[in-house]
Every structure is written in C-alpha cells, then in structure tokens.
C-alpha cells in the first residue's frame, strides 16, 4: 500500500533526493505530500519542486521554537500523513510536535548510540573508528533517540580522508532510507 510522506529538510536533499528517486523507479511504495524547509532557497526545496511536489518554506528566523514548529504543524494539517520523515532537518522536535506526529524517522551518520549530534562523520572520523554505520530510527525527545528501524554498517579505511569517509557513507543512506520506508510501507498506511 502507498505510504503518504512529508519530508522535513534544512539543507541539501541529497536524502530527499534518493528517496524520490526510489519512488520514481518504483521501488519504494510511496508519495512525498510536502517537503518542509525552515531555511530559504535550499537545494532540498529545488529538489522538490523538480519532482512536482510541493516545497514550502517556513523560516524559523525571527520565531521562538515553539511558534516555528506550530507553524510547521499547522501545514502538515493540509495533508494526510503516515509518516514525518526528516533529511537533514536541522531543528530539534519537541514533546508537542511528537505528540500530534509520533511517527516521525530520521537517518543519522553514525551507529547510535555511538555519535550522536550534528557532526556525527567528523566525531566517528576523528575517533579513528575502524566501523562507522547509518542508523534509521523513529525520533524521540532526545536527540538522535529512539526506537531503531534499521542500522547498515561501513568501513573507515585506514588512508581514509573525511571526504570519502562522508561520501562511503552518503552512499549507505541512500540506499538504506528507502530500503526502511519500502519496509513500513509493506506494513500498510498507518494516517496520524
Ligand atoms: C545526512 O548525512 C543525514 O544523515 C543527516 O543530515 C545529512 C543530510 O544530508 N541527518 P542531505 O540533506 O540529505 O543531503
């Protein structure tokens, strides 16, 4: 069954990007509603746009947390959502949004618990790790928290600089995003 999507992205949509080319090539059973940026003009909104889905901005300048994030949920009203996804939404949600959206994912850079935090390539690379990963997770109130949906390891070669270490592992979620919302979406819609 089609999962209906929004995706939520501060940046430069790489994610978003497989994604919608996963839709695309008919391997993941799904169809992005919205993609939501807080930050004017990104590449993910370009990407969105580019595949006929609607890209709205909400800019948290100027806004407390609170007021940005009703803001956010107030658009999501328009739609009919089974799941949040983030790709590179560099805001953290609060207890009130998770509340009204509990099923929200999210794909970090590294084997959570291990490097948590914004910068999770850099910290797993300057630990001299010999095994980075990717983790998909359901999002909690802490950050880079929750339930894991799924986690694909990678290795840190030792002539490794941090740009192939990054782009080894870029390659890992694009893969493996899909892989996990092709994976929910066989288990059917679920509408917040
Ligand atoms: C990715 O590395 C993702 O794991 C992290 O933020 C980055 C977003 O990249 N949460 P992009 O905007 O999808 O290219």
Do not use: W
């Not at 909400?58 to 956010?72: D, K, P, T, Y």
């Not at 894991?148 to 490794?160: K, N, S, V």
């Amino acid at each position: 069954m089609t999962i209906q999507l929004a995706i939520l992205a501060s940046g430069r949509g790489s994610n978003l990007q497989a994604i919608l080319q996963a839709i695309g090539n008919r391997d993941l059973d799904a169809k992005v509603q919205v993609v939501i940026s807080n930050v004017p003009g990104t590449r993910a909104l370009a990407i969105a746009k580019s595949h006929q889905v609607t890209a709205v901005e909400i800019l948290h300048r100027g806004l407390s947390h609170h007021e940005h994030e009703i803001l956010v949920m107030r658009e999501l009203r328009n739609y009919c959502i089974d799941y949040v996804v983030l790709a590179g939404y560099m805001r953290i949600l609060t207890s009130q949004f998770l509340k009204s959206y509990p099923n929200v994912i999210n794909i970090h850079p590294s084997l959570l618990p291990a490097f948590p935090g914004a910068n999770a390539y850099e910290d797993a690379f300057n630990a001299d790790v010999i095994t980075s990963g990717i983790t998909v997770h359901f999002v909690d109130e802490q950050v880079d928290h929750g339930p894991i949906l799924a986690q694909e390891e990678f290795p840190r070669l030792p002539d490794d600089t941090i740009e192939a270490f990054k782009s080894r592992g870029l390659a890992v979620e694009h893969r493996l995003y899909p892989r996990v919302l092709q994976s929910l979406a066989k288990k059917g819609p679920v509408k917040l």
